[in-house]
């Protein structure tokens, strides 16, 4: 069982206590695993040392270990991790986040995934796409029906 | 008996020759007449008759391996497709094919990057309607009470008979605005205005052409949309708020980013019709049409995707352009 070494962290970082012996600290995780030596969800479920350059450390605090398990199911680690050297270091947060996203969205739905959601939003903007048409169309009818009073009222004058 | 050996040495050497290259030709002429799919391509291995992945990786694409390779790996898919039926397993590949492209294309926010673009879409164009309806119904609640009504009825008297009384008035009224709403034939000056209520069938007008290129687009996305049949729309929807819920804070503040700008210059322009009538409403259109223009310059660089994405959707309907599209 790893020591929880608390005192180490810097006072500006929130420490939030809920429970006699669970201490949930809102941190990255690279500094977890460098201070309290607690591994990330990552090498947790992979039952592997997390070292201090774990590349999945930030993005896969121990709290969360349904985000890796999804992810590990889905993707695999492997592919995950080669994805996230591929990234530059600031996107690699955005580039795990999505990829949970889609893991998720396949573990609920195997067959369309994430996917499924982008046809739903898709005819959603058609729909309302075709209802703008269908307003403007209404709108100019108005701007014409006005349109031919007022020029036909100040004709002479502009003409 | 030097010269024997050297003889039989350089016949020896022949025929190793002769052999490598007849090896190498009959390699090349299996691996091209074999029909292995590109999966087993990629993997070196052999592909039999019952092959899972055959149907779906031809040979002849092999970048669409390539993608889902990296980013599933061929054990999850063969497992995804494990638990499927038979009837679903095509739908599942081709989702699974377009996940893969989407992440080569943007490996930083794959689908979910499409899924907000879509939703800001959906907002904007909310707000756009919402727009519209309000200078709708400020239209129908103008003639009733606004000073066109009075010119209106003025300009009726010098037209029609004098001796007309107000009641035939306004019944002339309400059969020209309906007569004028139906097609302004005698206006010529006009009939730019009236043309985009028969946008589907006329020619577009100037002002209206932005628009048309836009909703073009997006029909586009629905001709060759993906449009799955027995799609379950609450598993959808779930994933929706889920997104909304857990992940929508780049989300919100995407969408707080780019409200500035284009809705105050919709407001400024509403005031603008009050005061000038119809001139400005004209203009206020084309004000809105110039911010949505606007917004696609603004998101041209992420758009870009979303266009590559319906690239993509003609695609899978017709593989054959698949290396085309990759290379232009």
Not at chain 2, 38 to 67: G, H, I, S, T
Not at chain 2, 231 to 254: A, M, P
Request: aromatic share 8%; charged share 20%.
């Amino acid at each position: 069982m790893p020591k929880r070494e608390t005192k180490k962290i810097k006072p500006s970082q929130e420490v939030i206590k809920e429970g006699p012996f669970l201490v949930a600290i809102h941190l990255k995780g690279i500094y977890m695993s460098n201070y309290t030596n607690s591994p990330c969800a990552a090498c947790k479920f992979l039952r592997r040392k997390c070292t201090s350059d774990c590349v999945f450390a930030p993005y896969f605090p121990p709290e969360e270990p349904t985000k890796f398990a999804n992810v590990h199911r889905i993707f695999g680690a492997s592919n995950v991790s080669k994805i996230l050297h591929e990234v530059a270091p600031h996107q690699r947060e955005d580039a795990v986040n999505s990829l949970a996203y889609e893991a998720e969205a396949r573990l609920k739905d195997p067959v369309y995934g994430c996917v499924g959601a982008i046809s739903v939003l898709q005819r959603q903007v058609l729909r309302l796409q075709r209802e703008l048409e269908e307003t403007n169309a209404d709108l100019m009818r108005y701007a014409g029906c006005l349109g031919g009073e007022t020029t036909s009222a100040y004709g002479g004058r502009r003409g | 008996m030097s010269n024997t050996k050297h003889i039989h040495k350089g016949l020896q050497e022949r025929l190793l020759d002769l052999l490598l290259i007849a090896l190498i030709v009959y390699m090349t002429l299996k691996g091209g007449t074999s029909g292995a799919c590109a999966a087993c391509k990629y993997q070196r291995r052999r592909c039999a008759a019952d092959c899972p992945l055959a149907p779906y990786f031809p040979a002849e694409q092999p970048k669409l391996f390539q993608n889902v390779h990296r980013l599933f790996g061929v054990r999850s898919i063969v497992k995804i497709l494990e638990k499927l039926d038979e009837t679903q397993k095509p739908e599942a590949m081709k989702s699974i094919i377009f996940q893969s492209y989407v992440r080569d294309r943007s490996p930083v926010h794959g689908c979910l990057g499409v899924t907000q673009q879509l939703q800001y879409m959906i907002w904007f164009a909310e707000e756009e309607l919402k727009a519209v309806n309000s200078q709708l119904q400020l239209y129908r609640s103008q003639p009733q009470n606004g000073q066109n009504q009075n010119q209106n009825h003025n300009h009726n008297q010098m037209i029609h008979e004098l001796g007309s009384d107000h009641n035939k008035q306004q019944e002339d009224v309400t059969s020209q605005q309906l007569d004028l709403g139906m097609g302004l034939n005698v206006n010529n000056n006009q009939s730019n205005v009236v043309t985009p209520f028969f946008s589907s069938l006329l020619p577009v007008s100037e002002t209206q052409q932005p628009q048309m290129s836009y909703t073009y687009s997006c029909s586009e996305v629905n001709n060759n949309g993906y449009s799955p049949p027995a799609y379950n729309t609450d598993s959808g929807k779930e994933i929706l708020t889920n997104n909304n819920n857990v992940w929508g804070d780049q989300n919100r503040f995407l969408y707080n980013n780019n409200n500035g700008g284009g809705y105050s210059n919709q407001n400024e322009s509403c005031h603008e019709m009050k005061s000038n009538g119809v001139m400005a409403i004209q203009s206020q259109l084309v004000n809105l049409q110039m911010v949505s223009n606007h917004q696609r310059v603004e998101e041209e660089e992420a758009d870009h995707e979303y266009d590559e994405l319906h690239q993509f959707l003609d695609i899978i309907d017709d593989r054959q352009s698949f290396g085309d599209s990759k290379e232009a």
